[in-house]
């Protein structure tokens, strides 16, 4: 079993910035690309950033040259650095661990609010 505990969510002004971060724990030597994903109110959860176990990153078009995403293997741990933050930017975010098709846990959610 691997759990993911979400942290870093919050209130910030348009423009500002936010770390969120994902611990693993459990199995976590299993988890192949971790990623995080986001839903606003009245839409669908997308996908906002991805990263291989590797390093390689994917980034959504919506996301990309403000939001960087990160992994440490060694504290099992995932970050999402998101700065020029906008008032779109607003949702839950989700962290998503991949164990090897098809299994994936996800975690618990953290809110993130950008104000105009």
């Known amino acids: 079993q691997v759990q993911l505990v979400e942290s870093g969510g919050g209130l910030v002004q348009a423009g500002g910035s936010l770390r969120l971060s994902c611990a693993a724990s459990?199995?976590?030597?299993?988890?192949?690309?971790m990623g995080w994903y986001r839903q606003a109110p009245g839409k669908q959860r997308e996908l906002v950033a991805r990263?291989?176990?590797?390093?390689?990153?994917d980034y959504a078009d919506s996301v990309k040259g403000r939001f960087t995403i990160s992994r440490d293997n060694a504290k099992n741990t995932v970050y999402l650095q998101m700065n020029s933050l906008k008032p779109e930017d607003t949702a839950v975010y989700y962290c998503?661990?991949?164990?090897?098709?098809?299994?994936?846990?996800w975690g618990q959610g953290t809110q993130v609010t950008v104000s105009s």
């Open positions: 998503k661990a991949d164990l090897g098709w098809p299994f994936a846990t």
């Open positions: 990263i291989t176990s590797g390093g390689s990153a």
């Open positions: 459990g199995s976590a030597s299993g988890i192949n690309a």
